[in-house]
Protein backbone atom coordinates (compact mmCIF):
# COMPACT_ATOMS: atom_id res chain seq x y z
CA UNK A 1 0.00 0.00 0.00
CA UNK A 2 1.60 3.53 -1.18
CA UNK A 3 2.38 6.18 1.90
CA UNK A 4 1.03 9.23 1.77
CA UNK A 5 2.78 12.69 1.45
CA UNK A 6 2.13 14.66 4.40
CA UNK A 7 0.78 17.96 3.18
CA UNK A 8 3.12 20.70 2.01
CA UNK A 9 6.06 18.40 2.01
CA UNK A 10 5.74 18.90 -1.96
CA UNK A 11 8.76 20.41 -3.84
CA UNK A 12 7.91 22.28 -7.04
CA UNK A 13 9.12 21.44 -10.41
CA UNK A 14 10.83 24.19 -11.28
CA UNK A 15 13.43 24.17 -8.27
CA UNK A 16 13.93 23.03 -4.87
CA UNK A 17 11.69 25.23 -3.59
CA UNK A 18 9.29 24.06 -0.51
CA UNK A 19 5.35 24.59 -1.40
CA UNK A 20 3.17 25.22 1.06
CA UNK A 21 -0.73 25.04 1.87
CA UNK A 22 -3.33 27.99 2.82
CA UNK A 23 -2.92 26.23 6.60
CA UNK A 24 0.50 26.37 6.79
CA UNK A 25 0.55 29.77 5.90
CA UNK A 26 -2.57 30.78 8.53
CA UNK A 27 -0.58 29.03 10.95
CA UNK A 28 2.88 30.86 10.11
CA UNK A 29 0.80 34.36 9.53
CA UNK A 30 -2.52 34.06 11.80
CA UNK A 31 -4.97 35.20 8.93
CA UNK A 32 -7.96 33.57 8.79
CA UNK A 33 -8.13 30.66 6.66
CA UNK A 34 -11.43 32.05 5.19
CA UNK A 35 -9.21 35.21 4.63
CA UNK A 36 -6.45 33.46 3.17
CA UNK A 37 -9.29 31.80 0.46
CA UNK A 38 -11.47 34.64 -0.25
CA UNK A 39 -7.65 36.52 -1.14
CA UNK A 40 -6.62 33.44 -3.17
CA UNK A 41 -10.26 33.61 -5.22
CA UNK A 42 -10.08 36.98 -5.60
CA UNK A 43 -6.20 37.54 -7.02
CA UNK A 44 -4.74 34.74 -8.09
CA UNK A 45 -2.05 35.80 -10.17
CA UNK A 46 -0.79 37.49 -6.97
CA UNK A 47 -0.46 34.72 -5.29
CA UNK A 48 2.26 31.90 -7.00
CA UNK A 49 0.78 28.33 -6.37
CA UNK A 50 1.29 25.10 -8.48
CA UNK A 51 -1.81 22.62 -8.56
CA UNK A 52 -6.02 23.31 -8.47
CA UNK A 53 -8.26 22.51 -6.01
CA UNK A 54 -7.43 20.43 -2.62
CA UNK A 55 -3.94 19.85 -4.08
CA UNK A 56 -2.93 23.90 -4.10
CA UNK A 57 0.47 24.68 -2.87
CA UNK A 58 2.02 27.66 -2.96
CA UNK A 59 5.61 29.08 -2.96
CA UNK A 60 7.12 30.83 0.27
CA UNK A 61 7.02 34.29 -1.34
CA UNK A 62 2.65 34.32 -1.07
CA UNK A 63 3.11 34.35 2.20
CA UNK A 64 4.16 37.70 2.30
CA UNK A 65 1.95 38.57 -0.32
CA UNK A 66 -0.73 37.28 1.90
CA UNK A 67 0.33 39.45 4.72
CA UNK A 68 0.64 42.28 2.59
CA UNK A 69 -2.92 42.27 1.22
CA UNK A 70 -3.84 41.80 4.56
CA UNK A 71 -1.82 44.83 5.97
CA UNK A 72 -4.08 46.80 2.97
CA UNK A 73 -7.44 45.21 4.09
CA UNK A 74 -9.81 46.90 6.02
CA UNK A 75 -10.95 45.14 9.19
CA UNK A 76 -14.42 44.85 11.28
CA UNK A 77 -18.01 44.29 9.81
CA UNK A 78 -18.67 45.78 6.03
CA UNK A 79 -20.17 49.36 6.09
CA UNK A 80 -24.05 49.27 6.30
CA UNK A 81 -24.32 46.57 8.91
CA UNK A 82 -23.81 44.35 6.12
CA UNK A 83 -21.86 40.62 7.78
CA UNK A 84 -19.36 38.66 6.11
CA UNK A 85 -18.46 35.72 6.48
CA UNK A 86 -20.47 32.06 6.06
CA UNK A 87 -22.95 32.91 8.58
CA UNK A 88 -24.17 36.05 6.66
CA UNK A 89 -24.08 33.89 3.89
CA UNK A 90 -26.22 31.36 5.29
CA UNK A 91 -28.81 34.18 6.90
CA UNK A 92 -29.07 35.80 3.65
CA UNK A 93 -30.04 32.38 1.62
CA UNK A 94 -32.44 31.26 4.77
CA UNK A 95 -34.19 35.14 3.99
CA UNK A 96 -34.61 34.39 0.62
CA UNK A 97 -36.18 31.42 1.29
CA UNK A 98 -38.41 32.75 3.10
CA UNK A 99 -38.84 35.61 1.03
CA UNK A 100 -39.69 32.60 -1.80
CA UNK A 101 -42.30 31.13 0.75
CA UNK A 102 -43.64 34.01 1.49
CA UNK A 103 -44.72 35.30 -1.80
CA UNK A 104 -46.41 31.63 -2.69
CA UNK A 105 -48.06 32.10 0.37
CA UNK A 106 -49.15 35.21 -0.76
CA UNK A 107 -50.25 33.77 -4.02
CA UNK A 108 -51.97 30.87 -2.68
CA UNK A 109 -54.17 33.10 -0.54
CA UNK A 110 -54.92 35.65 -3.68
CA UNK A 111 -55.71 32.15 -5.20
CA UNK A 112 -58.16 30.75 -2.30
CA UNK A 113 -60.21 35.01 -2.40
CA UNK A 114 -60.88 34.73 -5.44
CA UNK A 115 -62.31 31.27 -5.39
CA UNK A 116 -64.15 32.23 -2.06
CA UNK A 117 -65.31 35.74 -3.99
CA UNK A 118 -66.43 33.17 -7.23
CA UNK A 119 -68.07 31.36 -4.94
CA UNK A 120 -70.14 33.84 -2.91
CA UNK A 121 -71.44 34.93 -6.32
CA UNK A 122 -72.78 31.52 -7.14
CA UNK A 123 -74.80 31.39 -3.80
CA UNK A 124 -76.49 34.73 -4.58
CA UNK A 125 -77.58 33.51 -7.16
CA UNK A 126 -81.55 32.02 -7.35
CA UNK A 127 -81.79 28.13 -7.36
CA UNK A 128 -83.73 26.93 -9.91
CA UNK A 129 -85.19 23.66 -9.39
CA UNK A 130 -86.42 21.55 -12.44
CA UNK A 131 -88.99 18.90 -11.87
CA UNK A 132 -88.12 15.21 -13.61
Do not use: C, D
Amino acid sequence: MARRKKAGTRRSARGAQKLITLSEIHRKTGIAMATLAKYARQSPRKFPSEGRGRRRRYYPAAMSAFQQMRSQSRRGPKPGGQRGGAAAGLAGRQLSQVGTQLRRLQRRTRNIERSLRRLERLARKPVRIRAV
